[in-house]
């Protein structure tokens, strides 16, 4: 039964609301993160890089130091939202991305786009934190749902980022592109600052000590548990990526045909997740979180066998897609999980081990689905990925049975 505003906690009242804004929020600065995908070794060229060598370089550098960035300073963050409040750190992710953004469409060199992509990392994090806001002001027994609704709107954000790159940078060119993304972010910090509603905190260390000492310690199993739920379940999802395009080759003929299957298989896993995750989280809310996260697990392993074995690309295309809805409602699963196990003052810190462990996935999944498919062919990927989800699934039963 739904419960009246006036029966939630203070920190709860506004839950709804806050959701929305994160939602919104998370959408865009991931829109902005994602953006450059398709134009990012064009941008380089244009900053007087030319060799193509040292263009792949430079391209994967700018890439891959947002989330560096951001997996060494997540923790922190988490840890600051704790002691000195969440909305704060939305409105301090949300003001350094604007910024961010529009510098980098100012670079004059391939080093300061580099430099300005670790900036984003660094000052970012606005779907991690709200993720950390939502998980800790929603009410226990609809976590589950509303971390599943703002998984979507992340997951979104990730699709529709890479095609705006494709479409915009023609129609108004890459450094409008990024002034472009840049002003919508500062609609979110402008949302962020006037429409997000938190209860005031009183300030400091002091507080979160003395409110610490009557809360329960945390249960460091299922919270360590689910950090390594959470990178697992984006290495399970990544390991496939450096093989997809080559993979889909052996079944379709012609360069144009094989980027557009391969393009199609990708968003179609991001689709069935948006599509599965706020539903996950609802029945995760219903029967428990962790019976949820265990027969996903079994659900992704059992996927990935068929997927060795195709006869035809639009056989992975489907089988994707599938393997999509069973993820969707995970990672809320395990946020949900980590937000229970652990007391309120520690929340954000916990969570944001949590963000640097899925950072973790996020680079070992492609290294290693690179790895086996290059030393023993394409279809061990999927296998291999596959015993990897159902250890984890089984270590999950394990733990979870006896929490």
């Known amino acids: ?36 995908l398709p134009f990012l070794p064009l941008y380089v060229q244009q900053l007087g890089v030319q060799e ?56 004059t060199a391939p080093w300061q786009l580099v430099a300005l992509r670790l900036l984003a990392g660094l000052l970012g994090g606005y779907a991690s934190g709200s993720t950390i806001l939502v998980a800790a002001q929603t009410p226990k027994e609809q976590t589950g749902w509303a971390l599943g609704v703002l998984s979507s709107g992340i997951m979104a954000g990730n699709v529709v980022g890479p095609l705006l790159g494709g479409v915009l940078p023609p129609l108004i060119g890459i450094r409008h592109t990024f002034w472009l993304t840049g002003a919508v972010i500062f609609l979110a910090f402008l949302a962020t600052t006037f429409l997000l509603k938190e209860v005031p905190r009183s300030s400091g260390k002091k507080t979160v000590q003395s409110s610490s000492a009557d809360e329960a310690p945390p249960n460091l199993p299922v919270v360590r548990l689910m950090w390594l739920s959470g990178m697992l379940l984006i290495f399970a999802n990544m390991s496939i990526e450096p093989i997809i395009t080559l993979y889909i080759g052996q079944f379709v003929s012609g360069d144009h045909a094989i980027i557009v299957t391969a ?141």
């Open 263 to 403: 393009g199609l298989v990708m968003a179609a896993a991001a689709l069935g997740s948006i599509i599965s995750a706020p539903r996950l989280g609802r029945l995760a809310d219903r029967v428990g979180h962790g019976r949820v996260l265990v027969y996903g697990l079994i659900a992704c392993a059992l996927l990935l066998i068929p997927q060795a074995f195709i006869s035809e690309a639009w056989q992975l295309v489907v089988l994707r897609f599938l393997m999509g809805m069973a993820l969707g409602g995970l990672m809320p699963c395990v946020t949900a999980l980590i937000r229970h196990s652990v007391p309120q003052s520690q929340v954000g810190k916990m969570l944001g081990y949590s963000t640097s462990a899925q950072y973790v996935g996020q680079v070992s999944g492609p290294l290693f689905g690179g790895f086996i498919g290059g030393a023993f062919g394409m279809r061990p990927v999927f296998l291999a990925t596959c015993v990897i989800m159902a250890l984890c699934a089984l270590l999950n039963a394990r733990v979870l049975r006896n929490r």
């Open 52 to 107: 193509p060598a040292a263009i792949a370089r430079w391209s994967g550098a700018a890439y891959g130091a947002t989330f560096l960035s951001a997996a060494l300073t997540a923790p922190l963050w988490g840890k600051l939202a704790d002691r000195y409040g969440r909305k704060l750190m939305l409105i301090r992710a949300s003001l350094g991305m604007a910024i961010a953004m529009s510098l980098i469409g100012m670079a």
């Open 1 to 36: 039964m739904q419960q009246s505003p006036l029966a939630l906690a203070p920190e709860q009242q506004h839950w709804k609301r806050n959701l929305f804004v994160c939602v919104l929020g998370s959408f865009s600065t991931i829109v902005a993160m994602t953006l450059l």
